[in-house]
């Protein structure tokens, strides 16, 4: 049976190794040591290797002193759990009641194979606008796939779009994952890319859901990808294009027979039992089709027992207290779409404001450029910057593209 420090020990010098390029044999070579040694050192099978053999192993890998204090701190401190008894965290939240639509993006994520003999990391980039549902979907695809991932889940909130919160800084979430799979602070580095390099070693034989919610753009997420048979879902209001080997799904507003669904389902059959088609159809384009503004129109009813769909219609049609009317507790639309709006460089805000000015809703680029005073390259920039970001879509491919202001932020 492997010794209680084993496990630390092992994931630090195999992390420690990779990152210096070497093989078992080059690292032997380099310390002057057995490659036997080397490769129980790395199982987890040698029982308190000499002090000696730590030092000349420190040397060949080029560790400071602050790295060859942790290296001996994995060896003399207490060390998480044998493998047979290793943790396996749980960490999705609940499933989302009343989950409804979504089956071609479920299709695609339930076609992950990852852990089912696949060799590589599988990631797929969620993408789309605020309030749309792109968490909803990563959790309840998470929990429908979880069955094929024995070794746990991790869920980590990176506070890309979070009200009065900083985004998540890498090398933090590196030490709070590190944590909830097991290993001790006192071993945890402190540079970013050799935590990263311990996570992965760490995940290198399991097989494990990893889902990273509200990131802000690849930079943030990049280090807290893993290696082996993993599946990773990360939500953002950004397309992810720049993260090589992911798969995008891009998330959209709901049908509107899925959108009423959903408001009927968080209202409650009682309060739209007597309710005609066309009223809740008429409800739930006045929330844009939103499932965030659909599920807070819902819980103001709700919340009113003396109000029926009917009254609920009548508030959501005067256009000066819409937003008002859509939120519950701190949830609000207006929050959600504030923060993208906010994340815009200012220059780009003046432009969506000036976008949003002439009738209609479509827009070329010939024309953006006149009314932003700049040439049609500049403005096909802007417009592709938009886009990215999902607040424009772009409803038809072409030699230009010809966005179209989202009618979800104009009608709320």
């Not at 989950?99 to 990852?114: K, P, S, Y």
């Not at 034989?205 to 919610?213: A, F, G, P, S, T």
């Not at 938009?386 to 202001?405: D, Y």
Request: proline share 7%; net charge neutral; glycine share 6%.
């Amino acid at each position: 049976m492997p010794p209680r420090d084993g496990p630390v020990l092992s994931v630090l010098l195999r992390a420690w190794r990779e990152r210096a390029l070497l093989t078992q044999e080059q690292l032997a070579s380099r310390a002057s040591l057995n490659v036997r040694t080397i490769r129980r050192l790395e199982a987890g099978e040698l029982q308190r290797p000499r002090g000696a053999s730590i030092r000349l192993l420190a040397a060949a890998l080029g560790l400071d002193e602050a790295e060859l204090a942790i290296l001996i701190g994995a060896v003399n401190t207490t060390p998480p759990p044998s493998p047979s008894a290793r943790i396996t965290p749980r960490q999705l939240p609940a499933d989302v009641a009343g989950f409804v639509g979504r089956a071609r993006e479920l299709v695609l994520l339930d076609q992950a194979r990852a852990g089912d003999g696949a060799a590589a990391v599988v990631i797929t980039a969620i993408d789309g606008m605020a309030g749309v549902g792109k968490t909803a979907l990563a959790v309840h695809a998470a929990h429908r796939l979880a069955p094929r991932f024995p070794d746990g889940n991790l869920f980590v909130d990176l506070h890309g779009y979070t009200q009065s919160m900083t985004p998540a800084n890498p090398a933090d979430t590196l030490a709070s994952m590190l944590g909830a799979l097991g290993v001790p602070g006192e071993v945890i580095p402190q540079r970013l890319d050799e935590r990263a390099a311990l996570y992965r070693s760490v995940l290198a034989d399991r097989r494990m859901i990893i889902v990273l919610d509200n990131a802000t753009d690849e930079a943030q997420v990049r280090p807290l990808l893993p290696g082996g048979t993993c599946l990773v879902l990360i939500t953002s209001r950004r397309r992810l294009i720049g993260l090589d080997g992911a798969r995008t799904v891009s998330v959209d507003v709901l049908s509107a027979a899925e959108a009423i669904a959903l408001f009927s389902r968080t209202a409650g059959p009682d309060r739209v039992a007597e309710v005609s088609h066309e009223v809740l159809a008429e409800v739930v384009r006045r929330c844009g089709l939103l499932p965030l503004a659909i599920r807070l129109a819902a819980a103001r009813l709700k919340a009113h027992p003396a109000w029926s769909v009917a009254h609920l219609l009548n508030r959501l049609e005067e256009h000066q207290r819409r937003l008002n009317e859509l939120h519950a507790g701190e949830r609000s639309v207006t929050g959600a779409l504030d923060l993208s709006y906010r994340e815009l460089a200012t220059s780009d805000q003046r432009a969506y404001r000036l976008l949003s000015l002439p009738a209609g809703v479509d827009i070329a680029p010939d024309a953006a450029a006149a009314l932003l005073a700049t040439t049609t390259e500049q403005a096909e920039r802007v417009l592709e910057g938009l886009l990215e970001v999902h607040l424009l879509q772009e409803p038809s491919p072409g030699p230009l593209p010809v966005p179209r202001r989202d009618p979800r932020f104009e009608e709320l």
